[in-house]
């Protein structure tokens, strides 16, 4: 994660951590609806978003030449559900630049 605020000290990169940890089952069901249709579905996806200065998800995507998970509808879900969730206001109200890495392996998933 990083900011583009003069003290990126002061983002609270627990705080991004719990939102995603709270939004664990909803992206992970994202990935499952994947699975039905490809049983060895698997990858990483490097998520490219800002925060904005109220705390929303804006301009949702992915960093393509860092991420292996290649499914355009689970990649569309999770960029949904992270648009959907409500992040710690950054400092300053200033926008924040985020890459947040989630990884997908179907044997994590059946447990």
Known sequence: MYSNSA???????EG???????RQKDIRGCYEKGLKEDKE???IINLAFDINPSGRAIDVSYLKERS???N???RQCI???VAESYFPKPPTS??????YPLSFNPKASKK
Do not use: S
């Open 7 to 13: 003290a990126p000290e002061k983002i609270d990169r």
């Open 68 to 70: 292996t998970l290649d």
């Open 79 to 81: 960029f949904k559900i």
């Open 41 to 43: 579905l698997k990858g």
């Open 72 to 74: 355009e509808k689970v």
């Open 94 to 99: 200033q926008y924040v630049n985020v890459i």
């Open 16 to 22: 991004i951590r719990r939102v995603f940890f709270n």
